[in-house]
């Protein structure tokens, strides 16, 4: 069976083809939004849904050509439902849905950390379960056990700020614009490691949570003396 993807979730409009008799994925691509957002200093929702719409059918014709299939031969279509942009989801859903209707095909609604968790299943040294997934995802960053597909148990999570939300929010504070993670890790790349003391949280702990408040507030203390 070929399964075609499509994910809307935020200021990326990806669409994939995945074939199921040998278990790979046969094609898939994606659009980024960067460039629209940059002027702005982030993702503005309602023009993440408006440009959804104008690459879904140009995407999922690519991915087909790519893969030398036709929609015809579609055999389920798979979308994130959810978490993410309100609009920007509704727009992948009344797609997969009318695509769905039109083909007589089943269309099933996936939550897309549960699509993180399960991803590595598609590389080329897929884990056996269980394993361990660390997911860190726009405003999650959690510790998974994964025994199966269905089955999963938190390990651990941040008790304040996801890891991704500080790293935003210090490339911010820093003036390094958007997307400012990119920038922030190429400037990483060229510091001077122990110069600043960074605290490190929850080290200590006897649990497998996360804590990101207090480093942003460290950076901030330490970029406003530095002036």
Same mark, same amino acid.
């Given at each position: 069976?070929?399964? !075609? %993807?499509i994910e809307t979730s935020c200021d990326e409009t990806g669409v994939a083809l995945y074939d199921?008799? &040998? +278990?790979r994925l046969a094609a898939h691509a994606v659009h980024s939004q960067v460039a629209m957002h940059e002027a702005y200093g982030g993702v503005v929702?309602? !023009?993440?849904?408006?440009d959804?719409?104008?690459r879904l059918v140009p995407l999922t014709r690519l991915v087909l050509e790519r893969?030398?299939?036709?929609m015809a031969e579609l055999g389920g279509? +798979?979308?994130?439902? %959810?978490? %993410?942009?309100a609009g920007a989801l509704l727009v992948g859903d009344s797609y997969a849905q009318a695509l769905g209707l039109a083909l007589g095909i089943p269309v099933i609604g996936i939550h897309h950390l549960e699509g993180h968790l399960l991803s590595p299943l598609l590389s080329a040294r897929r884990p056996q379960f269980p394993f361990v997934a660390l997911l860190v995802s726009g405003g999650h960053t959690q510790l998974m056990r994964v025994d199966g597909v269905g089955e999963y148990r938190l390990l651990g999570e941040t008790q304040d &700020?996801?890891?991704g939300e500080a790293? &935003?929010?210090t490339a911010k504070l820093l003036g390094l614009g958007y997307p400012g993670g990119p920038a922030l890790s190429a400037l990483a790349e060229r510091g001077q490691p122990g110069r600043y003391a960074l605290p490190r949280p929850m080290l200590a702990s006897s649990d497998l949570d996360f804590s990101f408040s207090g480093l942003k507030t460290a950076v901030l203390l330490l970029a406003r003396k530095a002036g």
């Open positions: 069976m070929l399964v !075609l %993807g199921a008799a &040998d +278990g929702p309602e !023009l993440a849904s408006r959804h719409i104008q893969a030398h299939r036709s279509i +798979g979308y994130t439902e %959810g978490p %993410g942009l &700020d996801a890891a790293f &935003d929010k």
